[in-house]
């Protein structure tokens, strides 16, 4: 089966999954989508010939209209001895739109069809259809809407993009009339008015028009779009509101620029969040965040009980995806209106130049930043972390400084983004270097990389690789500690430009950051970023971060040679830690190691129970010898429990197995040993 089968044809997928249900329940399709096509991948390579049968058989239950899953159906039935299924599957997939006859004819899993006349008939349909239009496929009429007045989202201008894991919306923004957008001064009543409307009257500003407000928690916190001339509530049809895809978390493109805001937050339950923080531990939606960003869209959300004194900052990564506002609900609308009113200043060629170039998000985010009251009086502030919060106060708000800049930039001013790409990562092993489910990686994209450090050395090493796609860089790239101890990090350019340097993070656990007058910070801290950013004309870009996170209900103690001593999970301290990102284990781990300090293993303790021994391979001790050396172990298993109840988070629990271990010595001396699994 060809891997590529599972990707093609991606708009197909989206157009053709609203024939066979209502689009507005694709979401709920969508997650067992991308489990088929993980599992596919996986059989494919393996070469699974019956599981890929099953698990094809499996998408095309699920999306019987989609040609793909079709087409892959084909690709599997190919191995029986029986054609039939197969080619019947394949005239299927090329009804539904799979008509790339070459590359149907170069596919190795059809390999068996070839000497078939029924498949070469099969490769002369798809040509002779490829291009035309699949029958039933249902079509997208976009809905004409006047500038400045409501425009609805329902399922005739609505399908489900399964590549970009979202909805995508077709509006046909209409001009209100023939007027400049000069004679709409006196009615701009935004943020920064007398400035806003020295650029109306010049004929600089280009206003609202064209921009669409999005507002996502029921009009909890809603923009007084009146204000902003132009501008295009987006507002959700029956359909889309029964199907409760109008609340929470963005979850569509459109061809326009958007702003948008959810004062909203889970407040309740164990895996109670702001929606940023819902964002962020989700890998799947830190990417559709990220498609967002990039995507000429910009967002606000309160960080509602996720960066107070009494929680801590509980946010695992400093993302540019988004804004979050301090406070809870309507803390977000000084920054709604602030970005409004930037919109607005823009000039027509700037505006359209953003657009085009998907840069609305990034430069809103850098004008933000740039112009802080904290920041502006000092240019390279704007390289430190006073400029890059993970959490933005509108006390620092400068809204007429956001005006002014919008005004004077150019389409040539516009500045790029810089790309980030892990080049070289820590190496950690479950059950060994770290005990929880989930890996270090969180995420990685081209505008920020989040590790949670799971691993217990006492050093995170990272090499990374920054670039400017599609430009010429101007200098060397700049590479600053926002957050965390400069002491304790490392950036070492790997070449001239520094666009490749190697980040070494030392162990920062809990910590309080100091500021400028040297007064620690009322709230407490996980977390380390560094950003990356390009010399663009007179100034910076936007952020690029890289964050290491370290979890709260660890504590660390390393020995003079940097070796672990112990990991404390018992979170004696009571401190708040994200169950999506950890479980709480409730034992303390001491570790051993010979006289050449090479690691022997650990010991397990919990109160009131007897301590647990554990070979340097992870698998627990059962039996030792008379010099208190292993000789028979087994493998351990780390699951989930539920022991509370629905309200409390699973602990993680540790289960030996049946697999089996006998420990050999080479001398008396050795106290590492060979481990060789029994039968």
Known sequence: MRKRGIFVCACLISMVAGAVTNVFEMPLLYPKHLALQQQLMRVVRTGETEEMERICREGVALLPRDPTWQ??????????????????ALDRAIDLGFRDAAAIEADRDLKSLGPIKAFREL????????????EGMPTVRPVSVVMGRPAEVNAENTIWDFEFGCFRTRFNLLVPDLRPVSDYAEAYRGAAAETVRAGFKAGTASGNFGDLYVNRDGNHSLLVVSNYPGLTPVVYGEQAKQAQVHLSLPNGLFDAPVLGNASLSMVSGPYWRSLP?????????????????????????????????????LYPVNAPFFVISQGSSGS????????????????PATKRALTQRNRIGPTLQRILRITQKAVAKDEERYLTGAAHPVVFDAAQLDVEAMVRMAQAMTPEAIPPLVALRTVEDAKVQAGLDFFDLRSEGLFDTPCCIARVVRGVSRERVMTVEAAVPGQQQEGAFRWTVLQGDTRKIVITPLNANASRVKLTVSYHGAFRPVDDQGMPSALLRHR?????????????????????????????????DGQVLSVDYTNAEHRYADPMLTFEKGWKDLYAYDDQGRLTGWYRTRPGRTPERFTYLGHKVLQADSRDRPVQACAVEYLPRQTGGQQTPPTLTCVETRQRFAYSYADDADRIGRATAEP
């Open 123 to 134: 490769l002369d349909k798809a040509r002779r259809l490829q291009g035309k239009p699949v």
């Open 332 to 347: 977000d609308q000084p920054f709604v209106n602030a970005f409004a009113a930037t919109l607005a200043a823009f000039t």
């Open 528 to 560: 380390v970023d560094i950003g990356c950013f390009a010399r663009h004309g007179k100034g910076y870009t936007a952020p690029s971060i890289i964050s290491f996170y370290y979890l709260p209900n660890e504590v660390r103690a390393y020995r003079d």
């Open 277 to 313: 923080r819902a964002a962020v531990t989700d890998p799947l939606r830190a990417i559709i965040s990220l498609r967002f960003y990039l995507g000429n869209q910009i967002w606000v959300f309160p960080e509602h009980r996720d960066h107070d004194p009494e929680t801590g900052d």
């Open 71 to 88: 087409y892959n159906l084909a690709c599997a039935l190919a191995y029986r001895a029986d054609k039939g299924e197969a080619l019947a």
